[in-house]
């Protein structure tokens, strides 16, 4: 069965320097998605960024970047220049590609320190 | 295009009451989803469809039911409330995967259910 895990509950970062969320995953699947979403305290989930399991290349969306590799099952999300609008919950998660159901990790709790 | 919406946004029932969430979205979207957030526990899927008037069961169904009638609205019901359905509800809806890396999840802003 897929596993999702975030080792960090909580991370903290001040503010306009860079972070990095952690999140393994164990798959015997070769071609998947991985996924960070976001939850500030309003509760609504905000897709931050995707990767699909074939791209070599990381994704990147302006200011956050994964760090994908494959054979470690790893997939970091780094912040660069950490706002205050950063602090939420950000869940990381997988989903097989020929199967719909996304497997969440159980989230880390980021504050931005001004 | 308002997204993905969810009806009600709270709401307070005493055990052995029943009630019914709904979720819509105007994308178009084939796949929705309904998922319970609980403290430390990540989101879990209770039951997903895959299209108009079908339904199947996610991690943590018992207890629930759903409906697809309509292919932009999605139901959970809930026919016998316990306390441990106390939760914050989470519905979303992607395109079918067969539109090639159309993968992503679009949530809707969460339903906050007690269950006294």
């Known amino acids: 069965a897929q596993t999702v895990t975030q080792s960090q509950p909580e991370m903290s970062v001040q503010e306009a320097e860079t972070v990095t969320l952690s999140c393994t995953y164990d798959?015997?699947?070769?071609?998947?998605?991985l996924f960070w979403y976001k939850q500030p305290p309003s509760r609504q989930m905000i897709l931050v960024i995707r990767?699909?399991?074939?791209?070599?290349q990381n994704a990147t969306e302006n200011r956050f970047s994964v760090n994908f590799q494959k054979a470690a099952k790893s997939f970091s999300l780094k912040i660069s220049d950490s706002q205050l609008g950063d602090a939420a919950m950000y869940f990381c998660?997988?989903?097989?590609?020929?199967?719909?159901?996304?497997?969440f990790g159980p989230g880390t709790s980021l504050s931005v320190i001004p | 295009n308002a997204g993905v919406t969810q009806t009600p946004k709270f709401r307070v029932l005493k055990t052995g009451q029943s009630m019914t969430l709904l979720c819509a979205q105007d994308?178009?979207?084939?796949?929705m989803y309904w998922y319970r957030q609980d403290p430390g526990m990540g989101l879990r899927l209770i039951h997903y469809?895959?299209?108009?008037?079908?339904?199947a069961k996610g991690e943590v169904p018992d207890g629930y039911n759903v409906s697809r009638l309509k292919k932009q609205n999605f139901l959970l019901g809930l026919e016998s409330a316990a306390p441990s359905q106390t939760s914050v509800y989470f519905c979303?809806?992607?395109?079918?995967?067969?539109?090639?890396?159309?993968?992503?999840?679009?949530f809707g802003p969460g339903t906050r259910l007690l269950v006294l």
């Open positions: 798959t015997s699947e070769s071609d998947y998605y």
């Open positions: 469809s895959v299209g108009e008037g079908t339904t």
């Open positions: 994308m178009n979207h084939e796949y």
């Open positions: 979303a809806s992607s395109y079918s995967i067969l539109a090639g890396s159309q993968e992503t999840q679009y």
């Open positions: 990767q699909e399991a074939y791209k070599q």
């Open positions: 998660a997988y989903r097989r590609s020929s199967y719909d159901k996304v497997i």
